[in-house]
């Protein structure tokens, strides 16, 4: 397990949390590797406004400034996130807003690309703050049977205007994050049920020991998916 950046670290003490431990600053299903994928898809540059809804510290704002010269957005509930990844590596060029994501703090039609990374969709105020021909990024729960739950998903996004322009899956990629995580809390069970207290530290193996089940059955899936936001729409 890698070292933490100093402002994640001292969040990671205070949150004892397995995701911040073992997930680090780009807290989702493939890491900084389906950020860049997205990053490739989400036509940010000069000018343009890019949202990082659930941003827990941002990374995917501060890589995308760093890489586009956009303007970013990081949002969060919790502003000891918002503080922490203002305290990283690029987190003086994005702006850090405390807001949920069913309800933005930004006009209709503001926003460029909107990024959603394992956190709370919200089609319908999502939908609001897309400026037309915006990018909608996600790294998210997607059905992975073969009985149209994934078209039903897709559909679902192109009823409030939005069309499909990338898909990933990303179930086995997933599965293998939670069994990896899983086998880390058990291997280094001396250094985490300390760090956790006893029953903090069951209830999280215990989580993710959910997580690789349903995802190894098949009964969730994962995936990265770009829509864009019709004209007119």
């Known amino acids: 397990m890698s070292a933490l950046p100093?402002?994640?670290?001292?969040?990671?003490?205070?949150?004892?949390a397995w995701w911040i431990d073992l997930l680090g600053e780009h807290n989702h299903?493939?890491?900084?590797?389906?950020?860049?994928?997205?990053?490739?898809?989400?036509?940010?540059?000069?000018?343009?406004?890019?949202?990082?809804a659930g941003a827990f510290?941002?990374?995917?704002?501060?890589?995308?400034?760093?890489?586009?010269g956009c303007t970013a957005i990081a949002t969060d509930l919790n502003s000891d996130f918002l503080a922490a990844g203002r305290a990283m590596e690029?987190?003086?060029?994005?702006?850090?807003?405390?807001a949920e994501n069913r309800r933005l703090p930004f006009r209709s039609g503001s926003i460029d690309s909107i990024w959603a990374l394992?956190?709370?969709?919200?089609?319908?105020?999502?939908?609001?703050?897309?400026?037309?021909?915006a990018t909608l990024c996600l790294c998210c729960e997607a059905p992975a049977d073969a009985r149209g739950g994934l078209d039903a998903f897709f559909e679902e996004w192109e009823q409030l205007g939005w069309e499909l322009a990338a898909h990933r899956p990303m179930t086995t990629?997933?599965?293998?994050?939670?069994?990896?995580?899983?086998?880390?809390?058990?291997?280094?069970?001396?250094?985490?049920?300390?760090?956790?207290?006893?029953?903090?530290?069951?209830?999280?193996?215990?989580?993710?020991?959910?997580?690789?089940q349903s995802y190894e059955r098949l009964q969730q899936g994962h995936a990265l998916v770009v829509f864009r936001r019709r004209a007119g729409a």
Do not use: C, N
């Open 6 to 16: 100093s402002p994640l670290q001292a969040l990671a003490d205070d949150y004892a």
């Open 29 to 52: 299903v493939g890491g900084i590797e389906a950020t860049r994928w997205l990053l490739k898809r989400a036509d940010l540059g000069p000018g343009r406004r890019m949202l990082d």
């Open 57 to 68: 510290v941002g990374a995917a704002a501060r890589l995308a400034v760093e890489r586009t």
């Open 90 to 98: 690029g987190g003086r060029r994005v702006q850090w807003v405390v």
């Open 118 to 133: 394992d956190t709370e969709l919200a089609p319908a105020e999502f939908t609001r703050v897309a400026a037309p021909g």
């Open 173 to 212: 990629e997933a599965a293998h994050t939670w069994r990896t995580a899983e086998a880390e809390l058990v291997r280094r069970r001396p250094y985490f049920e300390p760090r956790y207290g006893t029953r903090a530290y069951l209830a999280q193996l215990d989580l993710v020991a959910h997580l690789v």
